[in-house]
């Protein structure tokens, strides 16, 4: 009778140890903020243009590398960029009615309202 009691107290002793946390309580607060403390590399590696770069025709051949430039403009539109001016002086007698205004860092910009054109 001595041993069944001693074998029932020694089992419940081991059923209560598995209901009993494994780490101190203050060792999970710990790994916690460890890992929130985790943050994002500051040099991250170039991957899409390493690739892209490893993979560009390069001008090994003599007539490649001495090529003469081609007769006509590769950039038709640079012409017409350059004869629109980008910005236009105002003088303060203009009807501002067309204009929105827009402050931004200090400085006043004046938009042109698009008007509403359906198709």
Known sequence: MARLLILCAAAMASIAEAFM?????GAGLRCRTGVSS???????NPKGALKA???R?????PSDINRKPPPYNPDP?????ASIPEFQKMDSKADMSKFHKNER?????YLLKAPYVSQ
């Open 21 to 25: 946390p494994v780490a101190p309580q």
């Open 38 to 44: 985790l943050s994002m590399a500051h040099h991250p």
């Open 53 to 55: 770069r490893k993979n």
């Open 57 to 61: 025709p390069r001008k090994t051949r």
């Open 77 to 81: 539109m640079s012409e017409v960029r």
């Open 105 to 109: 860092n200090g400085r006043v910009l």
